[in-house]
């Protein structure tokens, strides 16, 4: 049995929707789905009706995993950040030894994140338990397992996957074709409202394009404190008035989608791996995408073959914003549509759920 931890959120849902479109290419009746949830929020019944799974309140509801996992089962963990989680992988290093975890965003970064919060020294001492533990590390970006690597006392082995995007969504063809070409000069500036964007100095910076800016988009639908979002209003309105566009209401993928088309340019400035999603919309659609040279997404983008610009470098002056060559754009999007495919996905997703833990690099006591 394949157990999965994760919990009620728009990617996880994405993920279980994937696996159920594609039931007849994956044995679900080996997959067991232990979702974590809070204020009742729950998937839709037409995922749940299709899977095996457990709800658990606020994450305790883990520990019932201690009477159910067998010895040569596997656990799937998506995201490495809860706290019971990592109480449970602590005292019992046995499932640890199981685990297969499935790198989310920024969940590789806590030593970054180490002085923002009390609690993250807390979990800093689980993880330093618990990661050396783990065989077998999956993600899309190496450069985060490399970071882990070098972060703990690990060997695990990696392996390449990537989750389903709105890339994957059965519409989104439909909307490349009738998404108009960015003919104003619109500017969509990070991904969510969690400080990690560094909002203020990327906008602060782009001020200096003011006048050729159109618009600028701002997804500030979750992530940060009601104060912080506030102040990045503030501070864009500030800047560019009319033209500055707050999202901070959640929207229906498809409509979300529709906004993305709007942008000429996509401006990433996270100092850690982050806003892939917005990145494969946003290079699908054909458009211009900068993200910072000094971070993982920005090698593994060019690895495959896709061409980013370089935020450092808008930012001091040395990019024009909106140059940009149709031709690349056509490229990247080619590259980046055969990268997430649906075919493509069900491959890697196959070799995750086939992981023989006792093969990883790592050697294990007991």
């Known amino acids: 049995m394949i157990y999965h931890l994760l919990h009620v959120s728009t990617y996880p849902e994405k993920f279980l929707r994937f696996l159920v479109k594609n039931k007849t290419s994956f044995n679900l009746e080996e997959h067991h789905f232990i979702i974590e949830t809070n204020d009742n929020q729950v998937f839709g019944n037409e995922i749940l009706s299709q899977i095996h799974y457990s709800f658990t309140k606020k994450g305790w509801g883990i520990y019932w995993i201690l009477r159910h996992v067998k010895k040569r089962d596997k656990i799937i963990v998506h995201y490495l950040g809860n706290p019971r989680h990592l109480l449970l992988f602590s005292l019992v290093p046995r499932l640890a030894r199981q685990l297969v975890?499935?790198?989310?965003?920024?969940?590789?970064?806590?030593?970054?994140?180490?002085?923002?919060?009390?609690?993250?020294?807390?979990?800093?001492?689980?993880?330093?338990?618990?990661?050396?533990?783990?065989?077998?590390?999956?993600?899309?970006?190496?450069?985060?397992?490399?970071?882990?690597?070098?972060?703990?006392?690990?060997?695990?082995?990696?392996?390449?996957?990537?989750?389903?995007?709105?890339?994957?969504d059965e519409a989104f063809p439909g909307l490349c074709e009738s998404c108009p070409e960015a003919s104003g000069n619109v500017v969509l500036v990070g991904n969510s409202a969690d400080p990690s964007n560094n909002h203020e100095q990327v906008l602060t910076g782009l001020a200096a394009y003011e006048e050729q800016i159109a618009e600028i988009l701002v997804p500030l639908m979750y992530g940060g404190t009601k104060d912080y979002?506030?102040?990045?209003?503030?501070?864009?309105?500030?800047?560019?008035?009319?033209?500055?566009?707050?999202?901070?209401?959640?929207?229906?993928?498809?409509?979300?989608?529709?906004?993305?088309?709007?942008?000429?340019?996509?401006?990433?400035?996270?100092?850690?791996?982050?806003?892939?999603?917005?990145?494969?919309?946003?290079?699908?659609?054909?458009?211009?995408?900068?993200?910072?040279?000094?971070?993982?997404?920005y090698d593994y983008f060019r690895k495959i073959g896709i061409r980013i610009h370089d935020t450092i470098k808008l930012l001091q002056g040395e990019e024009n914003l909106f140059d940009f060559d149709i031709e690349e754009g056509a490229l990247n999007s080619k590259i980046l549509r055969e990268e997430v495919s649906e075919e493509n996905l069900v491959r890697l997703w196959n070799q995750v759920f086939a992981i023989n833990l006792w093969s990883a690099g790592i050697r294990r006591a007991g």
């Open 101 to 168: 975890w499935s790198v989310w965003g920024g969940d590789a970064y806590l030593p970054k994140m180490i002085n923002e919060s009390w609690k993250y020294v807390f979990y800093e001492v689980m993880r330093k338990r618990v990661i050396p533990q783990i065989p077998w590390i999956t993600c899309v970006v190496k450069g985060d397992y490399e970071f882990i690597m070098n972060s703990y006392e690990t060997r695990a082995s990696y392996l390449y996957s990537v989750y389903p995007s709105d890339v994957n």
């Open 229 to 297: 979002v506030s102040r990045v209003i503030a501070h864009g309105r500030r800047l560019f008035g009319e033209k500055f566009t707050p999202l901070t209401h959640f929207l229906p993928s498809d409509d979300y989608a529709r906004i993305l088309c709007k942008a000429k340019v996509l401006v990433l400035n996270h100092y850690r791996q982050q806003g892939l999603g917005n990145a494969f919309v946003v290079l699908a659609l054909k458009r211009k995408v900068y993200i910072r040279s000094d971070i993982t997404s």
